[in-house]
């Protein structure tokens, strides 16, 4: 017998109807380098914690992370890719520093491609992967307290906040706080079921 299942394509978790989440590849670094300068990206970058956040960086800054994230053996590393452009979106990050069971996410898109829906792609693609695909039980986030386009999009997509780093980071002349936000298994089960019932 003949099993047909064996012919059939396998789908990808990092493909979704509009981008794809695939490696970064060195073809990829002028438009990092770009959208990565951009002034509205400036302190939310989720880049190396040894480059500065708000300062403008150098082709060969750009060109270093890039090496450093090809080389990453502790977290994985997505260039955000339109499908039917081929166009870099933005990056994100699974980071399983902490805890195998707990691991972060970070999501950036490139401001000249936000509002379209981008962010929110990613991270239902990035949520399935981990609580589909692998045994974590908690995802987090974390954010700077000013950054309230962040805290809000965790929070509309069931993130809770969980807790702060107080004074973690200096900027306009002020100290500021780092935001944790997590979510749970049986929340992202619990809204599956709820989104797959009004569908």
């Not at 509009?18 to 970058?45: K, Q, S, W």
């Not at 890719?81 to 950036?108: F, M, N, Y």
Request: proline share 6%; net charge neutral; hydrophobic share 40%.
């Amino acid at each position: 017998m003949v099993n047909l299942n064996a012919h059939m394509p396998v789908a990808s978790p990092f493909i979704g109807s509009n981008l794809e989440l695939r490696a970064f590849e060195p073809d990829d670094i002028t438009a990092l380098h770009d959208y990565l300068n951009h002034p509205v990206l400036a302190g939310r970058r989720y880049i190396p914690w040894d480059a500065w956040n708000e300062i403008p960086l150098s082709r060969k800054r750009t060109e270093d992370i890039y090496h450093e994230w090809a080389e990453d053996n502790r977290r994985a590393h997505f260039a955000l890719v339109h499908r039917q452009t081929l166009k870099l979106v933005g990056h994100a990050e699974l980071d399983w520093g902490w805890d195998p069971l707990s691991p972060s996410v970070s999501i950036v898109v490139a401001p000249s491609e936000q509002r379209k829906g981008h962010g929110s792609e990613v991270l239902r693609l990035l949520l399935a992967y981990l609580f589909e695909h692998t045994r974590a039980h908690n995802v987090s986030g974390w954010m700077a307290d000013w950054n309230q386009p962040a805290r809000a999009f965790a929070l509309r997509h069931g993130f809770q906040e969980a807790g702060a780093m107080r004074r973690t980071g200096f900027r306009l002349g002020k100290f500021f706080d780092t935001i944790a936000a997590d979510l749970l298994r049986p929340e992202w089960e619990a809204s599956r079921r709820s989104s797959t019932r009004a569908a």
